[in-house]
């Protein structure tokens, strides 16, 4: 992961602000957050949505595993 210095684009739709963190795609499907596409593995998430993330998770997903 370290040696992909390319910037990612959020995949929230309709979002269009640069990408923060990358989260598996199978825990992003498992909130409300609407993705470009499904079914991608690595999901990139700004830093607006991946509070968002965060939140709806709280509690159910342990932060070491993201
Ligand atoms: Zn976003």
Not at 9 to 30: N, Y
Not at 50 to 62: C, D, L, S, V, W
Request: aromatic content about 4%.
């Amino acid at each position: 992961m370290s040696r992909d210095s390319a910037e990612h684009i959020c995949d929230v739709q309709g979002c269009t602000d640069k990408a923060e963190r990358s989260i598996s795609g199978k825990k992003v499907e498992m909130t409300d957050l609407a993705l470009k596409s499904e079914g991608i593995r690595q999901d990139h998430l700004c830093k607006t949505h991946y509070r968002e993330f965060k939140k709806e998770t709280k509690g159910t997903i342990p932060d070491y595993m993201g």
